[in-house]
Nanobody
Framework: QVQLVESGGGLVQAGGSLRLSCSAS????????????VGWFRQAPGKEREFVAAVSRDGGSPDHANSVKGRFTMSRDNAKSTVYLHMDSLSPEDTAVYYC?????????????????WGQGTQVTVSS
């Protein structure tokens, strides 16, 4: 089965930057990482999980949530079976556990229920 592992979270001051990574291994029903569209989501305490960004299995321009446009950039490297989320101008409102998730096919999606495989999450804390 495809497994996802996030890394790169931590504590950063407001205005700072972090880069999250999500590495994939294994395969499901013969599908490898390159067969999956991948998304980033985040969940703050007491809040629902929300969409951050997604990129199709074919690459191309990622979709970003309005709340992070211009500050966050998602990318993927199929050769390394890894996606990244580069985060700039972080604010305390960005504090959350960040998850990567994968779904077969090329269509991106913003609803968490559309994703089949999830990582364990990585904590991002932004201090004021």
């Amino acid at each position: 089965q495809v497994q996802l592992v996030e890394s790169g979270g931590g504590l950063v001051q407001a205005g700072g930057s972090l880069r999250l990574s999500c590495s994939a291994s294994g395969r499901t029903n013969g599908r490898t990482f390159s067969s999956y569209t991948v998304g980033w989501f985040r969940q703050a305490p007491g809040k629902e999980r929300e969409f951050v960004a997604a990129v199709s299995r074919d690459g191309g321009s990622p979709d970003h949530a309005n709340s992070v446009k211009g500050r966050f950039t998602m990318s993927r490297d199929n050769a390394k079976s890894t996606v990244y989320l580069h985060m700039d101008s972080l604010s305390p409102e960005d504090t959350a556990v960040y998850y990567c998730a994968a779904r077969p096919g090329r269509a991106t999606a913003t609803y968490p229920g559309n994703y089949d495989v999830w990582g364990q999450g990585t904590q991002v804390t932004v201090s004021s």
